[in-house]
Nanobody
Framework: QVQLVESGGGLVQPGGSLRLSCAASGFTFSSYAMRWYRQAPGKERELVARITSTGDITNYVDSVKGRFTISRDNAKNTVHLQMISLKPEDTAVYYC?????????????WGQGTQFTVSS
């Protein structure tokens, strides 16, 4: 059974830091690229950060560059999102996503999401 379980959400003050984690099971984690998406109230889901299966390449949406860092531990089947200098506009539900392209098709899995709020 495939599972992606996010954790680490909560309430944080502006300028604060937070680390989200996603624990994966039920599939070959080390073969999958991993992504963090977020969805704020009334907005579409947005790709925030992604990392290749080996962890050698990362990409970020412009709004979080220099503040967020995605990393993974293939030995522990986990992916993390370290966030600093948080802003109220970072408030959202954050989702972990696994993606593997198989030629013209792909496998993808989603976590249930974890909410955090940036507010004073």
């Amino acid at each position: 059974q495939v599972q992606l379980v996010e954790s680490g959400g909560g309430l944080v003050q502006p300028g604060g830091s937070l680390r989200l984690s996603c624990a994966a099971s039920g599939f070959t984690f080390s073969s999958y690229a991993m992504r963090w998406y977020r969805q704020a109230p009334g907005k579409e889901r947005e790709l925030v950060a992604r990392i290749t299966s080996t962890g050698d390449i990362t990409n970020y949406v412009d709004s979080v560059k220099g503040r967020f860092t995605i990393s993974r531990d293939n030995a522990k089947n986990t992916v993390h999102l370290q966030m600093i200098s948080l802003k109220p506009e970072d408030t959202a539900v954050y989702y972990c996503n696994a993606l593997l392209y198989r030629g013209s098709s792909y496998d993808t899995f989603w976590g249930q999401g974890t909410q955090f709020t940036v507010s004073s």
